[in-house]
């Protein structure tokens, strides 16, 4: 069995169990280690896998994100490791730049779960990152103000419009010279996937662990 088709076997069974396992975790962090070369491949193995969970079991997978990304952070600063985007051979570094390219991802996912328990979860990972300083500052001031947005939106929800009477109302003419009325505004453009986060889905297609 390759490093990668472990790494996705004991992922599943991490992040399936009933309770997270410490040990199971060390495990899959020094597999992970072992593979960092593949980091986009990790990865995309990673965010797969949290896409096709339940509810219950993305907790577990956001905390697994946690453990690899500061183990990472770890070996990155303790080696002088450098990361570059666009470098063929992965490490450490250039592992934590692939995740930064799903965190938005993962996090409206969790947000999106209108769990309670589960977004204190990611508050306190996203606490934790901020201590350690795991990712860049603008990326977490992002993550934080996503979930800030969220609950601004929960406590203040829109109202509804009220309905009014119909009545009958006379009739305006208006005149040639008045200004034109303007069209519709046309709807915003829809965000379009990061390339990060697209290098990663081509990954998975075509980067499938051999048996």
Do not use: C
């Not at 072992?34 to 990790?42: G, I, V, Y």
């Not at 500061?70 to 990155?76: G, K, L």
């Amino acid at each position: 069995m390759s490093h990668l088709e472990d790494f996705e076997s004991t992922l599943k069974d991490v992040v399936n169990a009933k309770r997270l396992s410490g040990s199971k975790v060390s495990k899959l962090i020094e597999i992970a280690q072992k593979s960092m070369e593949h980091d986009t491949k990790l990865v995309a193995i990673l965010y797969r896998t949290h896409k096709s969970l339940s509810s219950s079991a993305k907790v577990s997978s956001l905390y697994v994100f946690d453990a690899l990304a500061r183990d990472a952070r770890h070996q990155a600063t303790k080696r002088g490791i450098t990361g570059d985007i666009n470098s063929r051979t992965g490490n450490a570094a250039t592992f934590l730049l692939k995740v930064e390219g799903v965190l938005d991802g993962l996090f409206q996912d969790m947000i999106a779960l209108d769990n309670a328990e589960a977004k204190e979860k990611t508050k306190k990972v996203l606490d934790i990152w901020t201590k350690s300083n795991t990712f860049p500052s603008p990326v977490l001031t992002r993550l934080r103000e996503m979930m800030d947005s969220r609950k601004e939106s929960v406590k203040n929800p829109t109202p509804p419009i009220a309905r009014v009477e119909t009545q009958a109302l006379p009739i305006i003419t208006t005149p040639p010279s008045a200004t034109p009325s303007q069209g519709p505004t046309p709807p915003l453009p829809e965000s379009v996937q990061s390339t990060l986060l697209a290098l990663l889905e081509a990954a998975q297609a075509a980067g499938q662990p051999r048996m």
